[in-house]
T-cell receptor
Framework: AQSVAQPEDQVNVAEGNPLTVKCTYS??????LFWYVQYPNRGLQFLLK??????LVKGSYGFEAEFNKSQTSFHLKKPSALVSDSALYFC???????????FGAGTRLTVKP | DSGVTQTPKHLITATGQRVTLRCSPR?????VYWYQQSLDQGLQFLIQ???????AKGNILERFSAQQFPDLHSELNLSSLELGDSALYFC??????????????FGEGSRLTVL
């Protein structure tokens, strides 16, 4: 079955340090990849997506993600974390061959001053 | 503001009861998705409608049903409610039928508490 994995429930970083939130997915066709962020008591907000082209995708709020086909990964990154980046981050994958879209379990990012 | 409107924002009810959650998608979006978010299950896909037709079904219980109306708004009906149905229910919309090129736009959610 197709699946999305976010191996870390929690990521803690200090403000100003780089951050990485990991995402891997099961192999099947050419998936489309997304990252969403959820702030407390809010709905999910789109950050960025990879459909095709350059493996490094830039998105909102200074975030970027790197698509690695051989490792079936789509890790979210930011060069310098802000306290306001603290939130729940979801990776999502859409497999066009069977119209299946799945979300990872989410990773809670905490950025400490 | 995503442009997706969900009502009610909060709902408290008792076991065995029935509730209806309503979603108005972004203007022009034909697809509506329903998700359930709970602490122990994460974000679970329930069902998707595209232009009034059911397009995909996820982990939706038989006690739950949904529909999309001609004006494209959607309703999620939850019946014979159990304590475990307490969760945040999100509606999302997109222009296309799947995640092909378009991202999903999420509403603020309806928090259901079953006592």
């Amino acid at each position: 079955a197709q699946s999305v994995a976010q191996p870390e429930d929690q990521v803690n970083v200090a403000e100003g340090n780089p951050l990485t939130v990991k995402c891997t997915y099961s192999v099947s066709g050419n998936p489309y990849l997304f990252w969403y962020v959820q702030y407390p008591n809010r709905g999910l907000q789109f950050l960025l997506k990879y459909i095709t082209g350059d493996n490094l995708v830039k998105g909102s709020y200074g975030f970027e993600a790197e698509f690695n086909k051989s490792q079936t990964s789509f890790h979210l990154k930011k060069p310098s974390a802000l306290v306001s980046d603290s939130a729940l981050y979801f990776c999502a994958v859409f497999w066009e061959n069977n119209n299946d879209m799945r979300f990872g379990a989410g990773t809670r990012l905490t950025v400490k001053p | 503001d995503s442009g997706v409107t969900q009502t009610p924002k909060h709902l408290i009810t008792a076991t065995g009861q029935r509730v209806t959650l309503r979603c108005s998608p972004r203007s022009g979006d034909l697809s509506v998705y329903w998700y359930q978010q709970s602490l122990d299950q994460g974000l679970q896909f329930l069902i998707q409608y595209y232009n009034g037709e059911e397009r995909a079904k996820g982990n939706i219980l038989e006690r739950f049903s949904a529909q999309q109306f001609p004006d494209l708004h959607s309703e999620l009906n939850l019946s014979s409610l159990e304590l475990g149905d307490s969760a945040l229910y999100f509606c999302a919309s997109s222009v296309v039928a799947g995640g092909r090129t378009g991202e999903l736009f999420f509403g603020e959610g309806s928090r259901l508490t079953v006592l």
